[in-house]
């Protein structure tokens, strides 16, 4: 080895580390934050009866509300305690006098897959005396399905039958409806006796630009999968967001109707990469949102949008565990975001390094319809391979006679599934709901227990953004 490239080894030695430390030391200060967010919320004299503000929320929004809920009666001074649904006992109902909660609905009318022990356990008990307690709900929802904030409204009949008393009509919310919430707000203003509750507003959406447009599955026997880079627009910095997160985008061909779009890249790629793919009415004409962003809109177009916190999608605690990574089609984007969050974290994210032995590997399950169309990402997907960073099954439903998906996989692999398991891993699922998350989960079901999948889940080990 030359000085130079002894120099050279040394410096990029050290810009690894100083990466490292700023990485570990913005992930404690957000880590902090967070907590702080909490922190200021108990009440000020310790035993003093609190409001429960609890919320069930899958990709954030009944969460942030539940924040938004709290932190607007901790400033009318009111004690508050805001917690999850799934931290709550049956002790803690029969020892409060006051709940707020705020939960929205998924699948078919079903609870957010945090929520689903609370409506297992806590809900299928036998009948309870909660006379005493006083509620108001929030319930999330969107009309245009079947069974409409269908959780919301078993929570409440829920409560009711077992004697809590309405603080006021359950109020039911479609797609974020203002007027619902503002109903919502005026009923907390009034019950903390105050008249000036601080405004409540979404994060405002914020200019960013279609910068590069790549159509990533031609001739393929599906809709089109396009990716697409967005950068903030001039002057505007890059925000700060995590692998799992969301971005809300709306196109001005349905202004007030955002849609949600699963990020996969990191800020260190310097710009959100999404994977959309068009969809198709009957009629033969595109989706409003996708068609606009894959065909209609020019490159450099304008595009408004804002990053949403995904908690549930998050890496959380799993930061150092292995990840079995599993999906399908545009759900490869969430799991390419975790995939280069790992390797950003490591600071090694485009260095063509191989993985160190102190990182734990990745393992991506992932499916689509034939190997020569629709293999997205397939060479930096193979190169991470060969850098043992990952291990990468591929699952092709139509390139053979009978049709093989992600769960049969899974299946085949069960013996390797609970080994990873076993040795600590997280498993992150992302695509469709339909078809494939629920084959999935009962594939899990079968190879690991439906006890130890459940306790996966609360341990956030086990973690879904399904769609
Ligand atoms: C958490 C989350 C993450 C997501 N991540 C991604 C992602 O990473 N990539 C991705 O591609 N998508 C993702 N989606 C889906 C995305 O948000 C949009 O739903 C999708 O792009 C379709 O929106 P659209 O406006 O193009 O279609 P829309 O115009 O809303 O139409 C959607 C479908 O509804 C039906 N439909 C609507 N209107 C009519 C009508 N008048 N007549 C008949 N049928 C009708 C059709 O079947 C149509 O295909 C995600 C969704 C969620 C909730
Ligand atoms: C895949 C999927 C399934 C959904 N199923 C229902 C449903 O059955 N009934 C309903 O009222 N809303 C349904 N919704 C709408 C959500 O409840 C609504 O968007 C809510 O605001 C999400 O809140 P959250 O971010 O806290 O999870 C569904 C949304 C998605 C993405």
């Known amino acids: 080895m030359t000085r130079e490239q002894i120099v050279q080894a040394l410096v990029t030695v050290l810009a690894y580390m100083l990466m490292c430390g700023t990485i570990a030391w913005r992930y404690r200060q957000r880590q902090r934050e967070a907590q702080r967010r909490v922190d200021a919320l108990l009440p000020a004299t310790p035993g003093a009866p609190a409001w429960w503000v609890a919320y069930a929320s899958q990709t954030g929004q009944a969460e942030q509300l539940a924040l938004q809920t709290a932190q607007a009666l901790h400033t009318a001074g009111v004690p508050v305690r805001l917690a999850p649904l799934s931290q709550i006992r049956m002790a803690d109902l029969q020892h409060a006098d006051r709940l707020l909660c705020i939960a929205s609905t998924y699948g078919e009318g079903d609870p957010p897959d945090s929520a689903v022990p609370f409506a297992r356990q806590v809900m299928a008990s036998a009948a309870v005396n909660l006379s005493h307690l006083h509620v108001g709900l929030l319930a999330l929802g969107d009309q245009t399905y079947a069974n409409y904030c269908g959780f919301g ?58 910068q590069a447009r790549e159509h990533l599955n031609p001739g393929s026997a599906g809709e089109a999968v396009w990716h697409l880079v967005l950068v903030p627009d001039a002057l505007q910095p890059l925000p700060d967001w995590q692998a799992g997160d969301l971005v809300q985008i709306e196109v001005p061909t349905a202004p007030g109707e955002p849609r949600d779009y699963s990020i996969a890249s990191v800020p260190q790629d310097g710009a959100l ?9 009957t009629d033969g004409s595109l989706g409003v949102a996708s068609g606009w962003l ?14 949403r916190e995904h908690s549930g999608f998050r890496m959380g605690d799993n930061a150092h565990r292995p990840l079995i990574l599993i999906g399908n089609g545009t759900g490869l984007a969430g799991l390419r975001g975790h995939m280069r969050g790992r390797l950003a974290a490591a600071g090694m994210l485009g260095s ?15 499916g689509e319809r034939n190997a020569h169309c629709d293999a997205h990402h397939r060479d930096e997907i193979d190169t991470w391979v060969r850098q043992g960073w990952l291990r990468a099954d591929w699952v092709f439903s139509r390139d053979q006679e009978e049709r093989r998906y992600v769960q049969h996989a899974l299946a085949e692999s069960a013996g390797e599934v609970r080994e990873w398991v076993e040795q600590g891993a997280a498993i992150y699922v992302c695509g469709s709901l339909e078809g494939m998350a629920g084959e999935v989960n009962d594939a899990l079901q079968r190879i690991l227990g439906e006890e130890a999948l459940q306790q996966l889940a609360a341990d956030g080990r086990y973690r879904r953004d399904v769609y």
Request: proline share 7%.
């Open 153 to 210: 409204r078993a929570l409440d009949h829920w409560l009711m039958a077992n004697g809590a008393q309405p603080l006021f009509e359950r109020i039911d919310v479609d797609k974020s409806d203002p007027n619902a919430l503002q109903r919502w707000r005026q009923h907390l203003a009034h019950l903390a006796g105050t008249n000036d509750l601080p405004d409540w507003e979404a994060p405002s959406l914020q200019p960013w630009r279609l």
């Open 273 to 281: 990469h999404l994977l959309v793919r068009q969809s198709r009415r």
């Open 294 to 307: 894959t065909k209609q809109a020019d490159l450099g177009a304008s595009v408004m949008l804002r990053v």
């Open 352 to 366: 063509g390094a191989e993985r160190p032995e102190s990182v734990a590997p990745m393992w991506l399950l992932f």
